[in-house]
């Protein structure tokens, strides 16, 4: 360690877990992964706010550059709240499939089946709204946050796969551009939306496109 080193350490908790155990639990969550789709068909079913604290929780619990934790999950259950996000999504929402998205943008979205209507901005009993710190004071000092991007990315990723786990349903939505919720929510100007996540359970015989992922040999190359 450099010499310059601030760093105290401890002793590393992990646990080690024998070869047939670690195949087991690679395929079992493989397996719970690969159930998991983007729902937007929501019920008005709520979900208790444990469930959502315990998702965030870990999600927290993600890596991120220079250990800054540049996350901040705003949790919307209040029923004007969300009518405000829905009108507000839905008005660029239209500019986007009307105006701003190019051909080759609006085939790939045909296949979802995806237009501007968002009424799942008002029915799911929950909407986390993620926002990505950009900086942070410090001894009246503005110093960035680092590799921000990808710590947040990672720590979403976390957070949806905490909430499938529990059995909850979410959507990954990217109005887009995104900047009134900033405004709706009252956050600061360092802290910037990341994505939409409506999270609550799927209305009774509720579909989703029937659209396939990538083998194993597609996404992967050993060398
Ligand atoms: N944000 C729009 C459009 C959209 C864009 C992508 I990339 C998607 O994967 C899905 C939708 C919407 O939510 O409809």
């Not at 990341?194 to 609550?200: A, K, Q, S, Y």
Request: net charge negative; charged share 30%.
């Amino acid at each position: 360690m450099k010499e310059s080193s601030t760093a105290i350490h401890k002793a590393l908790d992990f646990c080690r877990l024998s070869a047939d155990e670690q195949v087991r639990r690679a395929d079992e969550l493989f397996e719970l992964l690969s159930k998991r789709r983007t729902v937007r068909e929501y019920s008005d079913r709520d979900v208790p706010l444990e469930l959502i604290e315990k998702a965030i929780a870990t999600a927290g619990t993600a890596p991120s550059g220079a250990n800054m934790q540049p996350w901040r999950f705003v949790v919307v259950r209040d029923p004007e709240i969300k009518k405000k996000i829905r009108e507000a999504a839905e008005k660029e929402e239209y500019e986007s499939y009307h105006n701003r998205m190019s051909e080759k943008w609006l085939r790939r979205l045909a296949v979802l089946g995806t237009d501007e209507h968002k009424p799942f901005l008002e029915i799911a009993p929950y909407l986390i709204v993620v926002f990505r710190i950009t900086t942070v004071e410090e001894n009246g000092d503005t110093e960035p946050t680092y590799y921000s991007q990808e710590s947040v990315g990672i720590a979403v990723g976390m957070l949806l796969t905490a909430l499938h786990n529990m059995g909850l349903a979410t959507l990954t939505h990217t109005p887009s551009p995104m900047k009134f919720l900033q405004e709706i929510l009252g956050r600061p100007k360092n802290e910037v939306p990341f994505v939409l996540i409506p999270v609550g359970y799927p209305i009774e015989n509720a579909t989703v496109p029937d659209i396939h992922r990538k083998p194993l040999t597609q996404i992967m190359e050993v060398i």
